[in-house]
């Protein structure tokens, strides 16, 4: 069964110190679980130095964890309460974990009855351009898909962390928005006839830092269980409600969601649009026939939003309608500016 956690910066006198000190904190805590996947959200407004704070992170990792490095993605944005760093984690329980590394790269493989689950990582590259960055991340990406016997149509979540995502860079002889060229090039990639199980969840995220990045998950079954259907295309929808789901079955059963970034919410009043993506979250229990209460099956919340003085009304609602949950509160560019807050999350049972 997969844990979900977020952990704050612990006490230090450096940020090394800081950093070893959180990660030893993840260890002792959760010592008869495995750690596949380490999301690192670095508050640009406290650490400045992009590159030395990435690499720092990178290599404090390496000294704690050793041979049993998790996946991971490392991003800089503002979080509101000047919190130095936030770690959001995943942890499986009595499961078969591979941790693998092709070229300078670590990834995750995770062993279920009927498949394996792959926990890619950031893959990041910072060429001159964006379009080079982003035909090397899905070059790469594909090596790794390949070499456990998968491809992009396993992929279920996806999250492309874009530098600059509502600015423009030269394209095909013009200039282009910057999502708009990483899509190109994305589907040049997801072709139509590997998508059986329908498109994966995204997230598109701004990120401070020049690197382009994609992160993914995926999960496929193994050769002799072809049969088993461990995703349905149905179950991925782009509803007037403005949540985007997506079901799969690991040995539990997992409801991913986000929002839509393109939604145009009816009200631009921040208590209003927490207040409508809340409930349309809810929605998810009608849509797939969820038998548990939503409240005490969510396994986390990940909020963005876009005016950092509204994150006390955010977390105060939050609290009051799911008092148990994990979350944690951003404050990145928001792709769609009529957009106040997004959410997205885990479902499981």
Known sequence: MRIVKFISAKAGNT?????????????????????????????????????EEYECFVETMKTVFKDKMPAHSIVFQHIPGNEEFVIHYQVYENTNIQYKKLLNHHYVTVKHDAGIELFSGAISFKEDSLLFSAQRCFDFAEQILMAEDLNFGHIYR??????????????DRQKRANIYIFNEIKNIFF??????????????????????????????PYPE????????KENYTQENT???????????????????????????????????????????KEKYKVEPNIQDHCKFIKV?????????????????????????????ALNQHHNLVEMEGLISY
């Open 15 to 51: 940020f090394e110190s800081r950093i070893k000190n959180t990660l030893h904190h993840i260890l002792k805590e959760d010592n008869k679980q495995a750690i596949v996947k380490l999301d690192i959200i670095i508050n640009n407004e406290v650490e400045e130095e992009f590159n």
């Open 158 to 171: 996806q999250w492309n962390y874009i530098p600059q995502i509502n600015g423009l860079s030269d394209y």
């Open 191 to 220: 072709e139509e006839a590997l998508l059986i199980n329908g498109n994966p969840l995204e997230s598109d995220i701004n990120n401070l830092d020049r690197r382009l990045s994609i992160d993914f998950n995926a999960l496929g």
């Open 225 to 232: 269980n072809t049969h088993t259907k461990l995703k349905d």
């Open 242 to 284: 403005g949540i985007k789901s997506k079901f799969i079955y690991n040995d539990s059963h997992e409801y991913w969601f986000t929002s839509a970034s393109d939604h145009d919410h009816i009200s631009h009043d921040i208590e209003q649009q927490t207040i409508q993506t809340l409930k349309n979250i809810f929605t998810l």
């Open 304 to 332: 963005k939003i876009k005016n950092s003085e509204d994150c006390k009304t955010v977390e105060e609602l939050i609290k009051g309608l799911l008092p148990n949950v994990e979350t944690v509160i951003t404050c990145p």
